[in-house]
Structures are given as C-alpha cells and as structure tokens.
Nanobody, 115 residues
Framework: EVRLVESGGGSVQPGGSLRLSCTASGFSFANYAMNWVRQAPGKGLEWVSGISSDGSMRNYADSVKGRFTISRDNANNTVTLQLNSLKTEDTATYYC????????RGQGTQVTVSS
C-alpha cells in the first residue's frame, strides 16, 4: 500500500521559512518522480514542484520559483520542500504525491502565512 506522510507545516509571518517533509512507504521510492501540490482555502489543487526519480531534474511553478526548493533522499524515502520568503498567498495545505495532479496524495500539512 502506497503511503505518504507529510510533516513540517506551521504558522509563520510573511518572509519566514518552513521545511516540509514527506516520508514514503509501500513502493520503490527511488523509481518514481515526486511532486508537491497545495490547496488554498476555497481553491483547487495547484501543482507546486516536482523532482525526478534520481533528483537530477527539478521544476517549479512560477508562483514559487526562486523561493521554494525541492530535494529528495532516496536512502530514506523522503522528499523535502524548503519554503523561503513566504507570502500570505502561500497559505495552503501542502501534499506530496507521485502524480503531479495530486492523485493518491498524503493527508497533507498546513502552512499558514499571516502577520
């Protein structure tokens, strides 16, 4: 059974930082690209970032480019999203998923950016 568990969310002021982690189990993690998606209150899912199976390729939505960094550790089955220079519009529940559409995502971790 595929299982994805996100952690690391919290409440920060604009300009702050957070580090989100996703621990995977139930599949051969090193064989899959991984993604982060988010859902703001009252809005649909938004793809945020993706990383190839070996970590050599990384992509970002324009809204987070230059502020967020995705990475992975295949030895420990984890994918991480470093969030810097956070803005109020980054407030959302963040999910990791093998699918860029967010299908079969984890339970999510809440990020709230507010002054």
């Amino acid at each position: 059974e595929v299982r994805l568990v996100e952690s690391g969310g919290g409440s920060v002021q604009p300009g702050g930082s957070l580090r989100l982690s996703c621990t995977a189990s139930g599949f051969s993690f090193a064989n899959y690209a991984m993604n982060w998606v988010r859902q703001a209150p009252g809005k649909g899912l938004e793809w945020v970032s993706g990383i190839s199976s070996d970590g050599s390729m990384r992509n970002y939505a324009d809204s987070v480019k230059g502020r967020f960094t995705i990475s992975r550790d295949n030895a420990n089955n984890t994918v991480t999203l470093q969030l810097n220079s956070l803005k109020t519009e980054d407030t959302a529940t963040y999910y990791c998923s093998r699918d860029p559409t967010g299908r079969n995502r984890g339970q999510g971790t809440q990020v709230t950016v507010s002054s």
